[in-house]
């Protein structure tokens, strides 16, 4: 049953990553390769919400909100003048993140860093012992993702959402501001980077090159899922965590490391346009 | 439908660029040296995943460096430092030392680097008729005319501790957790002749690829074996991310937690929960000897607040360079044949403690302490296992 709720923790926590990047990447066609590095941001973040304002849980307001704020600058400096280059995009984004990298080292120093766990202990639950914080992320971050794609199938934010991402031109002579649409969606996508950030930081440990791990399993995610569907990318995450924990539970980490890379190739050569067929 | 195809396309680029991103490129370049100066070349890790360990050693090098030439260097020519960086990776560890030894020419090379760079950079220094002394704890065997190693062998890392720890905390039962490389995988076929001498057993093996971050599978089984310890060979934030998890799943304190690199500088991240950690190495920062002390004041002499806590590792790269000062006293030249021959019998009254090189097996004798982590992230000394050989590693 621990091995149930671990492959449900590593899913999850995959989605989460896997779902800022699928956003911009859906809506925006820009594939950040800074998304690793905002969530480091936002795990400084918890470090910072930690030891000066008194309280952990601040850190999952402060953190996104601060990583969203500081995406919008990038968004209008940058990101903005590069879209339909998706190659440029890719060589912007890399130094932008080996920019950010070394900005964090210069102030923080590539000292390991440490978040205190702010929910100790392990709770009985299905019959054996999980630690009482993951449970609490799961939760949190199901609740989040199910909130956004509510929001996508329910609102008129939505609607304007999926308009540009099925033809943005259409959708500016129809009068959406699409250049709006943009900054909104890299803000938010970059926020949940910066929301990962701060519920993964008290089970690792926070130092200026945290991110890249995170974010090359959430690009396979994204391939595999296909593109702009939420709902593809909570069942490639779904199928690529719980594939990768099962192999490493029956034989070893490395294989499940393996394994991993395996289905998304078997996948992307069948699927090549991931598991959902058409983009929402 | 094409752009979506060009998105996709671009997407795989991206994937191949971020892999690549992991192993960004570092250097520093050499300052300029007066006609004459002997050349110390060190090689060490100050950015990439491991950048944390650099810093102490580049510390601990120039500390050393300019104690020599306080004393009006050797053999009447003052010592030029030169310091690289591998960026925590392997080819570029090779293009490192290429730099060093081709273009810097230097006297010595001292790596404190992974097992994996100083396979990469051995070659290099023997096609360039160079000596290099290898200064990190390490998996044992590396062998060459050329070659020096200061740290600590499994022989003493491992072999006196873990009869040792089976008394002291009365549990024999071993999980061997480790990152997939050949240190890691070289020290568990060691402790498991190891454990299987000290009447214990090991229930358990399981490698990681390095830079994992979750272990919940892991832990799992290490609950599910029933085992007592835990011989750790996760390296930095591999090892405290493993740390910190073994708490959240509530084994803190209950196994003991002997962690082979979980350092000095390493420890304090994982936290409160340092109980049941515990290690071995030739030295701690919180040795408390006169030499220590007096190594540590120096440091801070020269560094002030910007001091980084030393490590068995960074101390190595300090003795590295005071033998080979010495060796080269010796043999009346700089040529590394002549000093070679010279570092055999080499005695140092290091930090962490006396070392003898021996001219046998090109490494050294030294003494094994045991620490236990403090929840206020150091180590409390509470053994010496005395001078302990390295064991036939080589035979010269």
Same mark, same amino acid.
């Given at each position: 049953?621990?091995?149930?709720?671990? =492959?449900?923790?590593?899913?999850?926590?995959?989605?989460?990553?896997?779902? %800022?990047?699928?956003?911009?990447?859906?809506?925006?066609?820009?594939?950040?390769?800074?998304? %690793?590095?905002?969530?480091?941001?936002?795990?400084?973040?918890?470090?910072?919400?930690?030891?000066?304002?008194?309280?952990?849980?601040?850190? *999952?307001?402060?953190?996104? *909100?601060?990583? =969203? =704020?500081?995406?919008?600058?990038?968004?209008?400096?940058?990101?903005?003048?590069?879209?339909?280059?998706?190659?440029?995009?890719?060589?912007?984004?890399?130094?932008?993140?080996?920019?950010?990298?070394?900005?964090?080292?210069?102030?923080?120093?590539?000292?390991?860093?440490?978040?205190?766990? !702010?929910?100790? %202990?392990?709770?009985?639950?299905?019959?054996?012992?999980?630690?009482?914080?993951?449970?609490?992320?799961?939760?949190?971050?199901?609740?989040?993702?199910?909130?956004?794609?509510?929001?996508?199938?329910?609102?008129?934010?939505?609607?304007?959402?999926?308009?540009?991402?099925?033809?943005?031109?259409?959708?500016?002579?129809?009068?959406?501001?699409?250049?709006?649409?943009?900054?909104?969606?890299?803000?938010?996508?970059?926020?949940?980077?910066?929301?990962? %950030? =701060?519920?993964?930081?008290?089970?690792?440990?926070?130092? !200026?090159?945290?991110? !890249?791990?995170?974010?090359?399993?959430?690009?396979?995610?994204?391939?595999?899922?296909?593109?702009?569907?939420?709902?593809?990318?909570?069942?490639?995450?779904?199928?690529?965590?719980?594939?990768?924990?099962?192999?490493?539970?029956?034989?070893? !980490?490395?294989?499940?490391?393996?394994?991993?890379?395996?289905?998304?190739?078997?996948?992307?050569?069948?699927?090549?346009?991931?598991?959902?067929?058409?983009?929402? | 439908?094409?752009?979506?195809?060009?998105?996709?396309?671009?997407?795989?680029?991206?994937?191949?660029?971020?892999?690549?991103?992991?192993?960004?490129?570092?250097?520093?370049?050499?300052?300029?040296?007066?006609?004459?100066?002997?050349?110390?070349?060190?090689?060490?890790?100050?950015?990439?995943?491991?950048?944390?360990?650099?810093?102490?050693?580049?510390?601990?090098?120039?500390?050393?460096?300019?104690?020599?030439?306080?004393?009006?260097?050797?053999?009447?020519?003052?010592?030029?430092?030169?310091?690289?960086?591998?960026?925590?990776?392997?080819?570029?560890?090779?293009?490192?030392?290429?730099?060093?030894?081709?273009?810097?020419?230097?006297?010595?090379?001292?790596?404190?680097?992974?097992?994996?760079?100083?396979?990469?950079?051995?070659?290099?220094?023997?096609?360039?008729?160079?000596?290099?002394?290898?200064?990190?704890?390490?998996?044992?065997?590396?062998?060459?005319?050329?070659?020096?190693?200061?740290?600590?062998? +499994?022989?003493?890392?491992?072999?006196?501790?873990? +009869?040792?720890?089976?008394?002291?905390?009365?549990?024999?039962?071993?999980?061997?957790?480790?990152?997939?490389?050949?240190?890691?995988?070289?020290?568990?076929?060691?402790?498991?002749?190891?454990?299987?001498?000290?009447?214990?057993?090991?229930?358990?093996?399981?490698?990681?690829?390095?830079?994992?971050?979750?272990?919940?599978?892991?832990?799992?089984?290490?609950?599910?074996?029933?085992?007592?310890?835990?011989?750790?060979?996760?390296?930095?934030?591999?090892?405290?991310?493993?740390?910190?998890?073994?708490?959240?799943?509530?084994?803190?304190?209950?196994?003991?937690?002997?962690?082979?690199?979980?350092?000095?500088?390493?420890?304090?991240?994982?936290?409160?929960?340092?109980?049941?950690?515990?290690?071995?190495?030739?030295?701690?920062?919180?040795?408390?000897?006169?030499?220590?002390?007096?190594?540590?004041?120096?440091?801070?002499?020269?560094?002030?607040?910007?001091?980084?806590?030393?490590?068995?590792?960074?101390? @190595?790269?300090?003795?590295?360079?005071?033998?080979?000062?010495?060796?080269?006293?010796?043999?009346?030249?700089?040529?590394?044949?002549?000093?070679?021959?010279?570092?055999?019998?080499?005695?140092?009254?290091?930090?962490?403690?006396?070392?003898?090189?021996?001219?046998?097996?090109?490494?050294?004798?030294?003494?094994?302490?045991?620490?236990?982590?403090?929840?206020?992230?150091?180590?409390?000394?509470?053994?010496?296992? @005395?001078?302990?050989?390295?064991?036939?590693?080589?035979?010269?």
């Amino acid at each position: 049953v621990q091995y149930v709720l671990n =492959a449900g923790y590593a899913s999850i926590l995959l989605l989460l990553v896997a779902a %800022g990047l699928g956003i911009i990447f859906g809506l925006l066609g820009v594939i950040n390769l800074a998304h %690793g590095e905002f969530l480091m941001l936002g795990a400084y973040g918890a470090l910072i919400a930690t030891d000066h304002l008194g309280s952990y849980w601040l850190a *999952l307001l402060v953190a996104p *909100l601060a990583v =969203a =704020a500081l995406a919008a600058l990038i968004e209008v400096g940058l990101i903005r003048r590069l879209y339909r280059r998706p190659l440029e995009t890719i060589v912007a984004t890399w130094g932008l993140a080996i920019v950010i990298r070394e900005a964090v080292r210069q102030i923080a120093g590539s000292d390991f860093r440490s978040v205190e766990t !702010p929910l100790p %202990g392990s709770t009985h639950v299905l019959g054996t012992d999980f630690p009482r914080f993951r449970l609490v992320v799961m939760g949190l971050v199901v609740a989040i993702l199910v909130a956004l794609y509510l929001v996508q199938r329910l609102t008129r934010l939505g609607v304007v959402a999926r308009a540009v991402i099925a033809n943005p031109d259409l959708a500016g002579a129809l009068g959406v501001n699409v250049k709006l649409v943009y900054a909104v969606t890299f803000a938010l996508g970059s926020a949940l980077a910066g929301l990962a %950030g =701060a519920l993964i930081a008290p089970s690792v440990n926070v130092f !200026p090159d945290m991110g !890249p791990p995170f974010v090359i399993t959430a690009f396979l995610a994204v391939l595999v899922g296909g593109l702009g569907s939420l709902l593809g990318l909570v069942g490639a995450a779904l199928v690529l965590g719980t594939v990768q924990t099962s192999v490493a539970e029956w034989t070893n !980490p490395v294989a499940g490391g393996i394994a991993l890379l395996v289905l998304a190739v078997v996948v992307l050569r069948f699927l090549p346009d991931g598991l959902s067929r058409r983009a929402a | 439908m094409g752009q979506r195809r060009r998105r996709r396309e671009a997407a795989v680029v991206a994937l191949g660029v971020a892999a690549a991103a992991a192993a960004s490129v570092g250097g520093i370049s050499a300052g300029g040296a007066a006609e004459g100066d002997l050349k110390v070349g060190v090689l060490i890790q100050l950015s990439g995943a491991a950048g944390v360990f650099g810093p102490p050693s580049q510390q601990a090098a120039d500390l050393a460096v300019s104690e020599i030439n306080a004393k009006g260097g050797v053999l009447g020519r003052k010592l030029e430092l030169v310091v690289a960086d591998d960026a925590t990776d392997v080819k570029t560890a090779g293009e490192q030392a290429q730099r060093l030894m081709l273009q810097d020419k230097v006297d010595v090379l001292v790596s404190t680097e992974s097992s994996a760079a100083r396979d990469a950079v051995l070659p290099i220094v023997k096609r360039a008729k160079g000596l290099m002394i290898y200064t990190p704890l390490y998996e044992g065997g590396a062998c060459d005319p050329h070659l020096f190693n200061l740290g600590e062998v +499994p022989q003493q890392q491992v072999a006196p501790v873990i +009869p040792y720890i089976q008394r002291t905390y009365r549990g024999k039962k071993w999980f061997i957790v480790g990152d997939d490389y050949v240190w890691p995988r070289s020290l568990g076929k060691a402790t498991k002749s190891i454990v299987q001498k000290s009447r214990g057993s090991v229930v358990g093996e399981q490698y990681v690829p390095l830079g994992t971050s979750e272990f919940g599978t892991i832990i799992g089984k290490i609950k599910a074996s029933g085992a007592t310890n835990i011989l750790m060979t996760l390296v930095g934030s591999d090892a405290i991310a493993f740390a910190k998890q073994i708490n959240d799943f509530g084994l803190g304190g209950k196994v003991r937690l002997f962690g082979l690199a979980m350092l000095d500088n390493v420890l304090p991240a994982v936290g409160k929960g340092t109980k049941g950690i515990v290690a071995a190495y030739g030295y701690f920062g919180t040795l408390q000897t006169p030499a220590n002390s007096a190594f540590k004041r120096a440091l801070r002499a020269k560094f002030g607040s910007k001091t980084a806590q030393q490590t068995t590792l960074s101390e @190595g790269t300090y003795d590295a360079i005071h033998l080979w000062a010495q060796a080269v006293a010796k043999a009346g030249s700089a040529d590394p044949d002549k000093v070679a021959a010279a570092m055999g019998g080499q005695t140092f009254k290091a930090p962490k403690g006396k070392i003898t090189v021996d001219a046998r097996t090109h490494h050294v004798a030294q003494h094994i302490y045991f620490g236990v982590a403090r929840p206020n992230g150091s180590y409390r000394i509470v053994k010496d296992f @005395g001078l302990i050989p390295a064991g036939a590693q080589c035979s010269f």
